[in-house]
């Protein structure tokens, strides 16, 4: 039987003359006997938040379930996610309303998904992720955490007011960084000394290795194995992000300023692969360790997503490849939703194996997913998908699809904020306003 431990327990240790300190994820001597709450407060685990961007939605016909309720069945381009069925509520039916605005192609429409309207005069909303971190994430170290997955700075999270919305952070190193403590390297540089707060290869592993002894000797057998699983998890990672400790390479940029050449951002399929599975453990370690309790990840730009050697990116094929006459659909584009859904699901899978006492990190969690259109092609924003994955915490019941022609997108927006508590009983800007939230989901 484990020991029972304050929840904010860190490993500490030093190198570099730096204080070093290393948060743990949940452990069974931080909860109760049942494993359903904090030992030392009695209160339940966090909620936890999140957001995926994925631009340019689904095709019509392909998704749609023909049944609403529980027990549908997922349309064919649903059916990578379908390991998750049970933790997901799909909605459909519902529209973004530009009131009579100019249209913004691939704007407009994740903006009011996510802020619940477009700006009027000096009033820009915050969208969704800023109000709930507001509300859950006020005593973290980070009070939320945007990621890109292909390369770019691009971020649909801005707080109340602001001018600009939170970047993205494109590099999964540069976020080791940002967790474990960041701290600068010039590229330039005449001598290279391995960043002292990075702790790759050696920090984590052995800068804490006494704390760390001295720590595990007081846990259970099932705690020992959970701290072993963790830094073996953490191992994997500093594996993966090896380049950190090589000398970078000198940037032109730095000593000639005006001069650019193109470079890679990521932009291509088989770059994003591997960014989605790191930034995911990253993710995971960051919302276990209680480093942050928001997190908003973005798969790309709507213009840059493309096969390697592609004439086409995923944007333009879009507009541009024709139906086919026998399959009814664009095949090609067909593609590109079918290889982000998987990364989605990959996604996901990193969350759903963070244990957390008898559960795991997606108990606590609702993620939702938005889009820009209901139908890419056409830049309709009518019928636009929208899916939550999780439970909040127990606050919000899955595996359903819930359709409500018509409607707007905010009644999501607002059941998801009621369920993380937030004092609200209506959200949205003029016709996308709505005091109606979808009862029937609520815990």
């Known amino acids: 039987m484990s020991v029972l431990l304050d929840r904010r327990t860190l490993l500490r240790g030093s190198f570099g003359g730096a204080a070093v300190a290393v948060a743990l994820p949940v452990l069974d001597g931080f909860l109760n006997a049942n494993g359903t709450a904090l030992a030392a407060t009695g209160k339940p685990l966090p909620q936890a938040f999140g957001t995926w961007f994925q631009a340019l939605s689904f095709t019509p016909g392909r998704w749609l379930p023909d049944q609403v309720g529980k027990d549908y069945e997922s349309g064919v381009e649903l059916k990578p996610l379908d390991r998750f069925k049970d933790r997901i509520n799909l909605f459909s039916g519902m529209k973004y309303f530009h009131d009579s605005r100019p249209m913004e192609d691939h704007r407009s429409g994740w903006v009011i998904g996510s802020s619940g309207g477009l700006p009027v005069g000096s009033v820009a909303p915050p969208s969704i992720d800023a109000i709930i971190a507001d509300h859950?994430?006020?005593?973290?170290?980070?009070?939320?955490?945007?990621?890109?997955?292909?390369?770019?700075?691009?971020?649909?999270?801005?707080?109340?007011?602001?001018?600009?919305y939170n970047p993205s952070e494109p590099s999964p190193a540069a976020l080791y960084r940002r967790v474990f403590g960041p701290e600068f390297k010039d590229p330039n540089a005449a001598t290279f000394t391995p960043d002292a707060m990075a702790l790759a290869r050696r920090s984590v592993l052995s800068v804490v290795a006494e704390d760390r002894k001295a720590f595990t000797a007081r846990l259970g057998a099932a705690d020992r194995a959970r701290m072993d699983e963790y830094f073996t998890a953490v191992r994997q990672i500093e594996n993966q992000l090896e380049i950190e400790l090589a000398k970078p390479a000198p940037l032109e940029a730095c000593s000639k300023p005006g001069r650019f050449d193109e470079t890679e951002l990521g932009n291509t399929t088989e770059l994003v692969e591997p960014n989605t599975k790191l930034f995911g453990q990253l993710l995971a370690h960051a919302l276990s360790c209680d480093q942050t309790r928001v997190v908003n990840v973005h798969l790309g730009i709507h213009s840059a997503i493309r096969k390697t050697g592609g004439a086409l990116a995923w944007h333009s094929l879009t507009h541009?490849?024709?139906?086919?006459?026998?399959?009814?659909?664009?095949?090609?584009?067909?593609?590109?939703?079918?290889?982000?859904?998987?990364?989605?699901?990959?996604?996901?899978?990193?969350?759903?194996?963070?244990?957390?006492?008898?559960?795991?990190?997606?108990?606590?969690?609702?993620?939702?997913?938005?889009?820009?259109?209901?139908?890419?092609?056409?830049?309709?924003?009518?019928?636009?998908?929208?899916?939550?994955?999780?439970?909040?915490?127990?606050?919000?019941?899955?595996?359903?699809?819930?359709?409500?022609?018509?409607d707007p997108s905010t009644r999501v927006g607002l059941t998801l904020q009621q369920a993380f508590g937030v004092p609200v009983n209506s959200w949205g800007l003029l016709s996308n306003a709505t005091t109606k939230t979808f009862t029937e989901i609520m815990a």
């Open 136 to 164: 859950i994430g006020q005593g973290t170290r980070f009070r939320s955490l945007e990621v890109s997955l292909s390369g770019t700075r691009a971020s649909i999270s801005r707080r109340a007011n602001s001018p600009t």
């Open 320 to 406: 541009e490849e024709p139906t086919d006459e026998k399959l009814g659909y664009q095949p090609q584009v067909a593609w590109f939703i079918n290889w982000a859904n998987h990364n989605f699901a990959s996604f996901l899978s990193i969350l759903e194996s963070t244990r957390e006492g008898p559960g795991n990190l997606l108990d606590r969690l609702a993620l939702l997913w938005i889009t820009d259109h209901g139908d890419a092609r056409i830049h309709s924003v009518d019928n636009v998908p929208i899916i939550t994955v999780g439970s909040a915490g127990g606050r919000l019941k899955s595996g359903y699809h819930l359709s409500a022609p018509g």
